[in-house]
């Protein structure tokens, strides 16, 4: 039986960039699972009928359709008990995801928006920035402006991942787990979009970005992405 | 062999304050665990000094000595390990701990640190006021000033949180775990202290709260509080 993940691409087949897409590409990877891995363009929703809604990503995974990456997550983790991709039950790992879901994803999203329309095919643009200026209730343009001096405040929210990879190789200890892969497909997300430096030279979190980076293979850091430095 | 808990006590010995040292009276009571929780004040560090150190929460028990709340926490666990305080391994709990510890508590404090002298013995006031006067570089009034103003701020910042019991009664899943009584040990801190109404009426919150005030026969709810609402 195949294993299909369906992920959010742009106007290059290549370039995969939604950070919920990344978490399960990263969590099939550390299970040691292959995918085929294939491009999902915005409109396309009716290509994802079949899982009963319009949204990436989407596993199939032999009869077995799941839907929405935590779903998914955790869907994997029953499924291939082996590598464990929590520390526990998945519950107490929820927490972290959250908070890439919130804080971090709604802060990057002001940050990096008016960018995405350049990645996607012609075709795709407006439906892109009709559906997110209504959600914002102004142009992407607008959203992003100034945005330079918002970084500060950026950077400062991510006090709790600073602090805690002083402590430790990565957000699982030791070794990674779905907490770092939720957290790192939002920096993953605005790596493949935007040239906007996020974090400064010094930053100690580049050096956990730099091990998510390099895990398996360098699997995240050869996706077509753009350069921020 | 006894056990005791130094905790920081304002001028009633019962009112006691400190985030770091909640925690650890809550994560003694989820391991069933008795100890004579002994109140300490600010400039009595020479009280501490057979721990090395000067400041609260320290944990005896019996011929061991520990001080710090995380590491205070650890070792509970590896002693105790029945009833278990982390889901895994402490390591992949310690994202929450570190937003309470930055994200959280240093908002909290920039909203009630200047409700805080009341409470104290008034020869503690003077150190209070000076070494975290020296600490802002501003007044504790000129810290707070405004502070309704941020409470919309503030409570967006609880976003993560709030996703979280929407789904799940505690952060830990079904019951509460370390990462309870760490986010949980910062809002008792402000309760203890400040009338500031931190959550809104209808705040999702409240009822994750209410239910940590409820954990083991009320005991963080018995405590002398301030009435916020």
Not at 49 to 68: C, H, I, M, Y
């Amino acid at each position: 039986m195949g294993r299909i993940l369906y992920e959010l691409a742009g106007a290059d087949p290549a370039r995969r960039f939604s950070p919920y897409c990344w978490r399960i590409r990263m969590a099939l990877a550390h299970k040691g699972l292959e995918a085929d891995c294939r491009p999902w363009r915005f409109t396309e929703g009716q290509s994802l009928a079949f899982s009963g809604q319009d949204k990436v990503p989407v596993l199939v995974d032999g009869e077995t359709v799941v839907t929405d990456s935590w779903a998914i997550a955790t869907y994997l983790e029953a499924a291939y008990p082996d590598r464990p991709l929590f520390p526990g039950k998945p519950a107490a790992s929820r927490f972290v995801v959250s908070w890439a879901d919130t804080t971090l994803n709604t802060q990057l999203s002001r940050l990096i928006v008016s960018d995405i329309p350049a990645w996607l095919m012609p075709e795709h643009r407006e439906y892109f920035r009709t559906s997110r200026e209504a959600r914002f209730g102004m142009t992407l343009e607008a959203v992003t402006d100034g945005r330079e001096a918002r970084l500060p405040g950026f950077r400062a929210s991510l006090a709790p991942l600073r602090a805690l990879v002083r402590a430790q190789p990565f957000l699982g200890g030791d070794q990674p787990d779905y907490g770092d892969y939720a957290v790192f497909g939002s920096l993953q997300w605005a790596r493949c979009v935007s040239s906007l430096p996020l974090l400064e030279r010094e930053d100690p979190l580049r050096g956990w970005r730099d091990r998510m980076l390099d895990l398996f293979g360098g699997l995240a850091r050869a996706a077509p992405h753009c350069d921020a430095d």
